[in-house]
């Protein structure tokens, strides 16, 4: 069983930055594809980013195209979420997700526990 725990959220202002960090319990060589999700209170959870276990796919929604960056470090069984210029409506709890293929399906088998941002204006 993969575990996921998710760090680096808190309240910052907006324009403002984080770095969420998503750690494994086990070697991303033992699973993919990896994406972040958000869920503000009262709404369903979406999709954030994915990145390829590669780093070679990348996909954003367009919510977020030219703000946050979605990056890996397999040594490290770490995946990162770099969020600038924060916007109130960026305000969440953000899940840190896994495939079990290499590639991005859009098929998440393993979850974290998530980790709150607030953005404040």
């Known amino acids: 069983q993969v575990q996921l725990v998710e760090s680096g959220g808190g309240l910052v202002q907006a324009g403002g930055s984080l770095r969420l960090s998503c750690t494994a319990t086990?070697?991303?060589?033992?699973?993919?594809?990896m994406g972040w999700f958000r869920q503000a209170p009262g709404k369903e959870r979406e999709f954030v980013a994915a990145?390829?276990?590669?780093?070679?796919?990348?996909r954003y929604a367009d919510s977020v195209k030219g703000r946050f960056t979605i990056s890996r470090d397999n040594a490290k069984d770490t995946v990162y979420l770099q969020m600038n210029s924060l916007k109130p409506e960026d305000t969440a709890v953000y899940y840190c997700?896994?495939?079990?293929?290499?590639?991005?399906?859009?098929?998440?088998?393993?979850w974290g526990q998530g980790t709150q941002v607030t953005v404040s204006s």
């Open positions: 990145i390829s276990w590669s780093s070679n796919t990348i």
């Open positions: 086990r070697r991303t060589s033992d699973y993919g594809a």
């Open positions: 997700a896994a495939e079990s293929t290499m590639r991005i399906s859009g098929q998440y088998d393993y």
